[in-house]
């Protein structure tokens, strides 16, 4: 119950409200409109040109959920919210069967945990809510490598064992690949080879080949008739699109000012997993995960921690070499982080009291900021939420939202509680973990009023200029306008 009230907490609470905010998931759900209106399941298009930028799978989810309610342009968001819920439950499979102590009450308030940090963690829930393919690639691989590990770990000694497990990773890549292209081979592949040389002989005995053989047969049957249909109707222009563009230029060449530095990943990771990026990286540490020289000693009691310490580093490294970034692009990466928190704040071994006190230093300074926002939001709420020129109405109706005695009256209620666990606290962890999650809970429940306000103050009056000009241009209507546009 508690990992379903997060999954409509965290991707479906509050979806249809807003346009789109920019050009990139207007054109998704252009793209998947005018599928629905053709009937064309072979070749994505826009505005009448073939469009081979990314793979059709969530275009064929966004059409057939168009089919159903044309008037409802926002249906697409639900492939992704679905997607997001997927890599939720393969992160919950992953950490409680991937343990020895999956079965004992920790290890189950570990799993459940890991799953609450991964739905908790904003970027995650963000992109779960908006039609790009990213969250379909991290849905794909974290099924896949948990579905490796888990054979990894526990045998799989019969031929019928190994032929279903290579079975069902083939469709997880399939699906992947439909999705996002050959990314969803790379990263995944990469991982799992480094971490099957470290993990040895043993770990690698289940991966015959009759894995290898129902893991084929599984990617050619979900993956190869569509790219082999698009090669029929498209023909070179397909490859050159398809393989050239979106592959090949888009790792060695800067594609749509999408440029970044070598280093561009290594400041967008711990953006993308905050709030939980400290207490991951501290369970790495206290692991002894971060050094690949112990990787072969940790194996013994830790070998979740070096997967996802392999996970993040290869998804991070691989995606840093190409030339064209975007932070969304090692969305696969939060699984991993997400499983790491978890080990943090329920570890497997007793607490160190470098642990605890660095929790309590956590504590008390989230404590501290959330009494200076109450009392900020409460007494002189325009020092936070500035007038805005381009958006006066807005800023308006945000400062009456964040200002209003409840949510004064929650946030300072969560710092006396914060400060309470800092200073007397028996499990300053677990305290650390609660008040994070509660203030991101409280994000959450504050996103609809805001994104609601955002969508009467802003959208709604350039919505209004789309209904002027559907009267202007013939064949055009709103819902189509919407789906281009994209309301900043």
């Known amino acids: 119950m508690l990992i379903a009230f997060l999954c409509w907490l965290c991707f479906f609470n509050g979806i249809d409200l807003l346009a789109p905010l920019d050009k990139t998931e207007a054109?998704?759900?252009?793209?998947?409109?005018?599928?629905?209106?053709?009937?064309?399941?072979?070749?994505?298009?826009?505005?009448?040109?073939?469009?081979?930028?990314?793979?059709?799978?969530?275009?064929?989810?966004?059409?057939?959920?168009?089919?159903?309610?044309?008037?409802?342009?926002?249906?697409?968001?639900?492939?992704?919210?679905?997607?997001?819920?997927?890599?939720?439950?393969?992160?919950?499979?992953?950490?409680?069967?991937?343990?020895?102590?999956?079965?004992?009450?920790?290890?189950?308030s570990r799993a459940v945990s890991a799953a609450a940090i991964l739905g908790l963690m904003?970027?995650?829930?963000?992109?779960?809510?908006?039609?790009?393919?990213?969250?379909?690639?991290?849905?794909?691989?974290?099924?896949?490598?948990?579905?490796?590990?888990?054979?990894?770990?526990h045998g799989g000694q019969s031929p019928r064992q190994q032929a279903l497990a290579g079975w069902l990773t083939g469709i997880a890549l399939g699906v992947g690949v439909l999705a996002k292209g050959l990314l969803s081979l790379a990263l995944p592949f990469a991982t799992a080879s480094v971490f099957l040389t470290v993990a040895g002989p043993a770990a690698r005995r289940p991966f015959t080949w009759?894995?290898?053989?129902?893991?084929?047969?599984?990617?050619?049957?979900?993956?190869l008739p569509w790219h082999l249909a698009a090669w029929h109707d498209q023909g070179n222009a397909f490859l050159a699109n398809y393989l050239g563009r979106s592959h090949l230029s888009r790792f060695t060449s800067e594609l749509d000012d999408h440029a970044g530095p070598w280093f561009y990943y290594?400041?967008?990771?711990?953006?993308?997993?905050?709030?939980?990026?400290?207490?991951?990286?501290?369970?790495l540490i206290q692991g002894d995960a971060l050094d690949p020289r112990h990787w072969r000693r940790r194996l013994r009691s830790e070998p979740l921690l070096v997967l996802c310490t392999i996970w993040i580093a290869v998804t991070v490294g691989l995606l840093s070499l190409a030339s064209t970034k975007l932070p969304h692009y090692?969305?696969?990466?939060?699984?991993?982080?997400?499983?790491?928190?978890?080990?943090?704040?329920?570890?497997?071994?007793?607490?160190?009291?470098?642990?605890?006190?660095?929790?309590?230093?956590?504590?008390g300074i989230i404590a501290a900021l959330l009494l200076a926002a109450a009392l900020l939001l409460g007494w002189m709420p325009s020092l936070l939420i500035p007038t805005s020129r381009n958006a006066a109405a807005f800023s308006l109706a945000l400062r009456a939202l964040l200002g209003s005695p409840a949510t004064v009256a929650g946030l300072a209620l969560l710092g006396v509680c914060g400060g309470w666990a800092a200073w007397r606290g028996r499990r300053p962890r677990l305290g650390l973990?609660?008040?994070?999650?509660?203030?991101?809970?409280?994000?959450?429940?504050?996103?609809?009023?805001?994104?609601?306000?955002?969508?009467?103050?802003?959208?709604?009056?350039?919505?209004?200029?789309?209904?002027?000009?559907?009267?202007?241009r013939a064949g055009m209507n709103r819902s189509r306008w919407w789906a281009r546009a994209g309301i900043p």
């Open 27 to 108: 054109l998704q759900l252009e793209i998947a409109r005018s599928m629905a209106v053709s009937g064309d399941w072979v070749t994505p298009a826009t505005d009448g040109l073939p469009y081979f930028d990314k793979p059709p799978l969530p275009y064929w989810i966004g059409a057939l959920l168009l089919r159903l309610a044309p008037q409802a342009p926002w249906l697409p968001r639900l492939g992704a919210a679905t997607a997001g819920c997927i890599g939720l439950g393969a992160t919950l499979l992953l950490c409680r069967f991937g343990r020895s102590d999956g079965a004992s009450l920790r290890g189950l």
């Open 122 to 153: 904003p970027a995650y829930a963000g992109f779960s809510r908006i039609a790009l393919h990213d969250i379909y690639l991290t849905a794909s691989i974290t099924t896949a490598l948990t579905i490796v590990f888990l054979l990894s770990r």
């Open 210 to 223: 009759r894995f290898a053989a129902a893991l084929l047969l599984g990617l050619v049957l979900v993956a």
């Open 266 to 283: 290594l400041l967008a990771y711990p953006a993308l997993t905050a709030p939980w990026s400290l207490p991951a990286l501290a369970a």
């Open 330 to 363: 090692i969305l696969s990466s939060l699984p991993p982080t997400a499983i790491a928190a978890a080990h943090f704040f329920w570890p497997s071994q007793q607490p160190q009291p470098a642990s605890d006190r660095l929790s309590r230093i956590l504590l």
């Open 433 to 472: 973990g609660a008040l994070l999650a509660a203030c991101v809970i409280g994000l959450l429940l504050l996103a609809p009023p805001v994104m609601q306000a955002y969508r009467v103050t802003v959208q709604e009056p350039r919505l209004a200029l789309a209904d002027r000009a559907c009267g202007r």
